[in-house]
């Protein structure tokens, strides 16, 4: 990463899961790292410990504070609500963070000349008929997160055709390791409250691309590395779908409660979920010479030991 010497890094939502990842691996590369994150779901503990590091407690709504903070060469935008259940009970506060949010880094990308990478999501293509489904499928939100993060990438396209803006499109699939948050994470907690089932929101036939974190992580390094990425918009999963009933099973057999745990589905699942998360992810693959490479399974095994650790 020795291209990074000497460059003002800034990463919002940096005390997150993915956000705590990336500083991770970019605090050694770098002496001038700012995290700048609310906490609102993100920990300190998350990265004050990483050398290099400066944190600072702060809203990206904050147009004022953000834009006395030091100038920055490089912004990577992780900051944002999550959650696609909260964004269909409240599209105000998740555009307001998604959208509005997004167009305040923008400002501050733009008036310090900084390269933006922003992280958007596999939200923005709702329930695909192309699958796999590759950048160009084009905007079909099924949900007020997916809307906010088209907003997002709409507003990042329009600061860089009328502003010159450097920026770049990074669109996740599921992503874990460990610290994640999401369906694994959902899995070994009702287990552990109660091994005896494994109860699945939604039919368990709705399937998702997984990609560890660190996978991720290489991928947003690697855009960083020249002008290649600029201008450009990447699909970043690790090209396989599996569904959510065999996700529950392999949990299950991983945890040796083959025996023991039912699985039973609601049938019926939340406002805005999607069937199919499944991305082609040849362009990231050919332009960033990048290959995810860890599996599944692997990734299960893993976050399974680190749970198991942290409680
Ligand atoms: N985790 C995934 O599978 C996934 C998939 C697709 C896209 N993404 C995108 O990746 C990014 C990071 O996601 P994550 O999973 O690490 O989520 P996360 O919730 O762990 O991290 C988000 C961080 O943003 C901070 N934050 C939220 N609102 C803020 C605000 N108004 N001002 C400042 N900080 C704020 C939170 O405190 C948190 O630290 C998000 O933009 C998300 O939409 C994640």
């Not at 000497?6 to 940096?14: A, L, N, S, W, Y």
Request: include cysteine; charged fraction near 25%.
């Amino acid at each position: 990463m020795k291209h990074l010497d000497g460059k003002k890094i800034f990463v919002t939502g940096g005390a997150g899961f993915i956000g705590s990842h990336l500083c991770k691996s970019l605090s050694s590369s770098t002496r001038k790292l700012t995290v700048y994150d609310n906490l609102s779901s993100g920990k300190v503990e998350n990265v004050k410990h990483l050398p290099n590091v400066h944190f600072v407690r702060g809203d990206i709504l904050d147009l004022k504070k953000l834009q006395s903070q030091d100038k920055a060469d490089l912004i990577f935008h992780l900051a944002a609500q999550v959650v696609v259940p909260y964004s269909m009970e409240n599209p105000i506060i998740d555009f307001e963070t998604n959208a509005r949010g997004t167009l305040n880094i923008l400002e501050k990308a733009r008036k310090d000349d900084a390269y933006l990478i922003f992280a958007s999501s596999a939200a923005v293509y709702g329930n695909p008929i192309e699958l796999p489904t590759s950048e160009e499928y084009g905007f079909h939100p099924f949900s007020c997160y997916g809307l906010s993060k088209v907003v997002g990438e709409q507003y990042c396209e329009m600061y860089s055709k009328q502003y010159g803006l450097d920026v770049a499109i990074m669109r996740f699939a599921n992503v874990i390791g460990p610290g994640c948050h999401g369906v694994i994470h959902d899995f070994l907690e009702k287990i552990d409250k109660n091994p005896d089932k494994l109860e699945i929101i939604g039919t368990g036939l709705q399937s998702r691309d997984f990609v560890h974190v660190s996978d991720v992580i290489k991928a947003l390094i690697l855009s960083t590395v020249g002008k290649k990425a600029i201008g450009k918009t990447y699909n970043l999963g690790y090209g396989k779908t599996t569904k959510i009933i065999d996700l529950a099973k392999m949990i299950i057999d991983l945890l040796n409660l083959t025996s023991k745990t039912a699985i039973t589905t609601t049938n019926v699942s939340w406002h805005g979920d999607v069937d199919t998360i499944w991305f082609n992810i040849s362009k990231a693959k050919k332009d960033l010479n990048w290959i995810p490479k860890i599996t599944l399974e692997d990734s299960v095994r893993e976050i399974i030991r680190n749970w198991r650790q942290e409680r």
